[in-house]
């Protein structure tokens, strides 16, 4: 399907486990982000990506690792997932940032208990 | 740091009616984006506001860029139900970043 895909969409870990979210997008966009949205916070960027090998932190980084080997997958790592990691995730793609509008997947509704 | 403030947080309007919401940052950007967000779902974009007196249109929507007041409207012409959702304004941080700050949203609800 074209597009950008995440996946899984709902997971339960539990703290301390390691856990990867991943988003694939088909239209070759030079641009990808990972925001996590929560209540009372709404959208915060965590980490970007501008090329295939070439990614930096955004807001809210700490926890988080990334990578992007390829340019349509920018999976994201929660190294030791904690409660406060609780979040909806989404996956973003732009083929011109920022001069162009980002495209959302679906998100990753994630809970750790 | 950039501070994004959307108002009013909470809408409520009459099908039929006008209004307008506001999106005021607090650093010179040139960029200003606007999404909506149904219930569960992912952010779709509205617009793409890429310099100062920008104005785009959509259907019942219309935004605005005021770079110079820090200052974005979205107005609603003739509200249905269907617009129905939550607004958010997003701001590039600055010259040369690829960051974006979210304004907290304006959930709107339009009644019959």
């Known amino acids: 399907d074209a597009g950008i895909t995440q996946s899984p969409r709902y997971k339960i870990t539990e703290t301390g486990r390691q856990v990867t979210l991943m988003c694939h997008q088909t239209?070759?966009?030079?641009?990808m982000f990972w925001y996590r949205q929560d209540l009372g916070h709404g959208l915060r960027l965590i980490y970007y990506s501008a090329a295939a090998d070439i990614t930096d932190k955004g807001e809210v980084p700490d926890g988080y690792v990334v990578s992007r080997s390829k340019t349509e997958n920018f999976p994201l790592t929660l190294e030791s997932a904690t409660r406060s990691q609780t979040s909806v995730y989404f996956c973003?793609?732009?083929?011109?940032?920022?001069?162009?509008?980002?495209?959302f997947g679906q998100g990753t509704r994630l809970t750790v208990v | 740091e950039l501070k994004v403030e959307q108002n009013p947080l909470f809408l409520s309007m009459q099908e039929g009616k006008n209004y307008t919401i506001y999106c005021n940052y607090s650093?010179?950007?040139?960029?200003l984006y606007w999404y909506r967000q149904d219930p569960g779902k992912s952010l779709e974009s509205l617009f793409v506001l890429l310099s100062n007196g920008a104005v785009k249109q959509e259907g019942r929507l219309m935004a605005s860029l005021d770079t110079k007041a820090r200052l974005s409207t979205l107005h609603i012409t003739a509200a249905v139900h269907d617009l129905s959702a939550t607004y958010f304004c997003?701001?590039?941080?600055?010259?040369?970043?690829?960051?974006?700050?979210f304004g907290k949203g304006t959930k709107l609800s339009v009644i019959p």
């Open positions: 239209w070759s966009h030079s641009y």
């Open positions: 650093t010179t950007s040139d960029r």
């Open positions: 973003a793609s732009s083929g011109g940032w920022p001069d162009t509008e980002a495209f």
């Open positions: 997003a701001v590039l941080v600055g010259a040369g970043s690829y960051q974006l700050t």
